[in-house]
Every structure is written in structure tokens, then in C-alpha cells.
């Protein structure tokens, strides 16, 4: 049975499945869609929320140097991925990887793993999403009843157990977003990329004009001291504070690995696929430096501890026109996140059940649309039903966590195949090599540590789930162990 757990797909077999288009998806993407495909996951709840609550929790204007630690392990771990997918340009990200390096097993866990990172993002993502529309909506006089707005579960965190919320029954604006963009996403993965290259535009024009507008107003007093002194209490400011802040503010690099999704419905997989990966990480990566900096030079960090810190940034200029303008971005930037992560999680279902691993049904391809509409519409339901009933706090927990061991399993496939596939071609090769995928390994698991207890038990009991799905349906109708 060990042997069988830990059997290996054969690496010819994914070579020859990447350039089989029996599979039956649509080859639409350009380089640029994949691009903007990873600057739509990347830019959304990071930059329009989490960069106040990290400065003003955390790190305070020194939140550039939290962005650069995420960033630095991201770099590492976007490497690994964009020679894996140049080499293997076929859907399922790391859990094809995986299989291809570590075993069926391990892909499994990996797979499973990313089912956090896709389907819990795309929830937690669409309750900030609703949290926009409702406060934008409200400006203009059309007010919505909490109880519809409002999640009726929540997450105590003194008690470290579930509570039911005051007056909330359901979020129904986070349910119709996943609604909306489920329909997008099976009626064709072309028409979803051209939306997506659309928000993405205004969501880029709107952080650009912040930027631009707001160097003028910046006050290099707020600067000082750029490491805000330690207040006694491990991860509250200083450099342990500075390390805290890159494990929260990690959440908003998570996506740019869901380029590698799209990899069997790439025109040129093998060229595309690395310029789609890096593209969107360095753009996104100069872009939160820059906005970090901006906004920690205008408003002092311990004032932008709120929901809508950039909102909080543009007020504070007077420019109040700008206002709502940040807010058409945000919810630009947030529907660009859901779309990408919805994207992405059918198209790892579709794999696991080609490998016979999950239930054929998740590989039925639309025979007009060409996309994998009925795992697109499991998910699509799963997330409604998570968006409706469960808050940011509950939701965005396990995304961290899910994300970097799939990143971690990424790097370390990297190492794997240079040593048993070492005359395989690489279109892209990964730099400094074993260097970057070990120093991809540590900072990724080394980011981890930084994650509360809570985290961690939850991601126990969901992989021990997985493990009993694994054992009762995957073993048995696995293709690789049946052949």
C-alpha cells in the first residue's frame, strides 16, 4: 500500500497530457489575459484593507519591509511555479506537480490544501466585496437591513469559539456576487478573461491616480519612527511586528499561482504561463510598495486601522471627489479576486477527477461553452453558501495557511525534478538553483509560524476530512493505482 500511496504519475504522461487537446477546454489566452488574470487575483482585499490593519496593528509605516518579506517568499515560490509551468503546462497548479514529484498521496493533500486557498478566498473575498457595494450604495441613499447584510455566524476571538451575530440572518450581496460571476465563469473562460481585463483596468487606474495624487500630501513626520518600538507583547511593533505583519499582509499576494490553472486554456502555454506569473507579481508587488508608503506618509499608521484605509488616505487630502472613486476600485479590485479564485478551483477539480481521484462529474466539460461547468457550479455553490452564513474573521484564516504549504510542496517539487528529471526541457529555468527553491521552502513555512493556534486546528480537522474522502473514494478509483 506504501508504495501505491506515494506511486509517482509518470512525468511523459503529464508531458503528453499538456499538448493533448482532447481534454476538451478552449485555448483563448494570450499573455497578456494571464497577466491580467494574476493581477485580478493578486490586487483586492490586501491593498484595499488589510494594508491599514497591518500598519496600524502591526508593523506601522515599516509595513514596506512586511510587503517585501511576503514578497520575497512569494518571489521564490513564483520562480518554482513558472518553470513547473512551462515544463508542465497543464491545469491543476500544484497538485499536478505534486503528483508529477512527490506521489499521489501528497498531491492529494496539496490539492486539498488548495481547495482552502481557492474556495475560502473566493468567500472571504466576496463578504468585502458586499461590505463596498453596501457602504458605496449607502452614499447615495439605498440602505440595506443588517439582517441581510450580515453573517449570522461569528467567530469569538477571547472565547475562541462560534457565536451567533446580533441581527444577522444572511449576507445576501456576497451570495449574489458569487452568483453573478458563477454564470461568467461557464458561459466561457474568454468572456470572463475580457471582464477581468476590464476591472483590472479601473481597479490599476484608481490605485494610480491614488498614488499620483498622493505624493503631494505626503508628510515625512508620519515616517518616524519608521519601526514603531515594540509595545512588550511579541508581534506588536518592532521587528517582531514588522515579521507579524508579513504573515497577515501575505493574503494579499495570494493568486498569482492561479495563473498556472489556466495553463490548458493557454495559446502558448509554455512561453505564456512564466510571463503571466512574474508579470503580475513584480506589478503588484511595486504597486503595494508604493500605495504602503503613500499612505503611511499621510495619514499616521495608528489611524488607519478601519475597514477602508485608502478611503481614510483620500479623505485626509480633502480631495473629496476622489472618494468614491477609491471605492469603484475596490469593488473592481474584489470582484477581479472572486472572479480568478472561482476560476481557479473548478479547474483543480477538473484534474483530481480526470486523475479518477474525485467523481467523473467534476470533469464534464459544456460541449458550447467549453468549460468545466459542472465543477464550476459545485463550487459556485459551495462559495455562496460560505459567503452567506460566515464572516471575513472565519472565513480568511485558513487561506494563509492552505496556500503557503502549497507553495512550499511547489519549491520543493523544483528540487525533485532537477535531480530525477535533469535533462528534461525547461523553457524557463528558476535562477540560482537549489538556492531559491530552499529559500522558498523556509520563508514560506518560516511565514507559517506567524499564524495563530486557530488556524492550525482548523486546518487539522480539514485535512482529516480530506483523508477520509481520500481513502473512501480517491484509492480506490485512482487511474495511476488502476493502471
Known sequence: ?????????????????????????????????????????????????????????????????????????????????????????????????????????????????????????????????????????????????????????????????????????????????????????VVGIKESARFNNVIVFIKLAVILIFIFVGIAYINTDNWHPFIPENTGAFGSFGLSGVFRGAAVIFFAYIGFDAVSTAAQEAKNPQRDLPRGILGSLIVCTILYIFVALILTGIVPYNLLGVPDPIAVGVDATGITWLAPLIKIGAIAGLSSVILVMLMGQPRIFFSMAKDGLLPSVFSKV???????????????????????????????????????????????????????????????????????????????LGVTAFLNAYAWITMGVWMILGLIIYFAYGYKHSKLRNT
Open 1 to 185: 500500500m506504501k508504495d501505491q500511496l506515494f506511486k509517482v504519475k509518470p512525468f511523459q504522461q503529464l508531458i503528453d497530457e499538456s499538448t493533448n487537446d482532447s481534454h476538451g477546454l478552449k485555448r483563448a489566452l494570450t499573455a497578456t489575459n494571464l497577466v491580467t488574470l494574476g493581477i485580478g487575483a493578486i490586487i483586492g482585499a490586501g491593498i484595499f484593507v488589510l494594508t491599514g490593519e497591518v500598519a496600524a496593528n502591526y508593523a506601522g509605516p515599516a509595513i514596506v519591509i512586511s510587503f517585501l518579506i511576503s514578497g520575497l517568499a512569494c518571489a521564490c515560490a513564483g520562480l518554482c511555479y513558472a518553470e513547473l509551468a512551462s515544463m508542465i503546462p497543464i491545469s491543476g497548479s500544484a497538485y499536478t506537480y505534486s503528483y508529477a514529484t512527490l506521489g499521489e498521496f501528497f498531491a492529494w493533500i496539496i490539492g486539498w490544501d488548495l481547495i482552502v486557498e481557492y474556495l475560502f478566498a473566493a468567500s472571504t473575498v466576496s463578504v468585502g466585496w458586499s461590505g463596498y457595494v453596501v457602504s458605496f450604495l449607502g452614499n447615495f441613499g439605498v440602505h440595506f437591513p443588517k439582517s441581510l447584510t450580515t453573517a449570522p455566524i461569528v467567530y469569538n476571538e477571547l472565547t475562541n469559539g462560534f457565536e451567533m451575530s446580533q441581527g444577522g440572518i444572511i449576507n445576501i450581496p456576497a451570495i449574489f456576487i458569487v452568483f453573478l460571476v458563477t454564470i461568467l465563469l
Open 366 to 444: 459544456h460541449g458550447k461553452y467549453k468549460t468545466p461547468y459542472m465543477s464550476t457550479i459545485i463550487v459556485g455553490v459551495m462559495s455562496m453558501v460560505l459567503a452567506g452564513l460566515f464572516p471575513i474573521g472565519v472565513l480568511s484564516k485558513l487561506v494563509s495557511l492552505g496556500t503557503l504549504l502549497a507553495f512550499a510542496a511547489v519549491c520543493l517539487a523544483i528540487l525533485i525534478l532537477r535531480k530525477k528529471q535533469p535533462n528534461a526541457v525547461r523553457p524557463f529555468k528558476t535562477p540560482f538553483s537549489p538556492y531559491i527553491p530552499i529559500l522558498g521552502i523556509v520563508s514560506c
